[in-house]
């Protein structure tokens, strides 16, 4: 009967370890998510500048 006894509280704790760490790594997934999207927006913006300057080249060299 201890050895059932041992084997499930073992199973119990193995199982909590596993859903801690499972906790952990939808946290990180979720800040790298963030981190992703805010990226993104940065890089958009910048190409969208970038654009802009070479329109303002392209109309400075007709010009000239």
Partial sequence: MFWAMLAVAVGFVGLTV?????AKVFVEA???GRQVADTTRRINRAAEDLERAAVGVARAADAS
């Fill in 18 to 22: 596993l859903a801690v760490f499972a």
């Fill in 30 to 32: 979720h800040r790298l």
